[in-house]
């Protein structure tokens, strides 16, 4: 599976964004679609997940309530709607697929894309 995200940019604090991912190359509906993030200088973190079908989500706590997941299988595109955005939120957000079952791992992950910079000014 090919990922390409998109949507990346600079935002103030409280501001919105929304990142998208688009695969190419496989069967989209065959995977566990999720996004991670890393900071600078920190290690990359779960952020969201999205079943195959797209009727369950899995958020981090810091994120919950805040951001939303979901995925268009028609389109073969997976999205993560950020709001409320925080100075900490800054970080390059990353698309993943997992063909198996584990959620939050990220070594369960697959294939991943090249990453999109959010960076959230206070």
């Known amino acids: 599976v090919q990922l390409q995200a998109s949507g990346g940019g600079l935002v103030q604090a409280g501001g919105s964004l929304r990142l998208s991912c688009a695969a190419s190359?496989?069967?989209?509906?065959?995977?566990?679609m999720g996004w991670f993030r890393q900071a600078p200088g920190k290690v990359r973190e779960f952020v969201a997940a999205v079943s195959r079908g797209g009727s369950r989500t899995y958020y981090a706590d810091s994120v919950k309530g805040r951001f939303t997941i979901s995925r268009d299988n028609a389109k073969n595109t997976v999205y993560l709607q950020m709001n409320s955005l925080k100075p900490e939120d800054t970080a390059v957000y990353h698309c993943?697929?997992?063909?198996?079952?584990?959620?939050?791992?990220?070594?369960?992950?697959?294939?991943w894309g090249q990453g999109t910079l959010v960076t959230v000014s206070s």
């Open positions: 190359g496989r069967t989209f509906s065959n995977y566990i």
């Open positions: 993943a697929a997992n063909g198996g079952t584990s959620i939050y791992n990220l070594g369960a992950y697959d294939y």
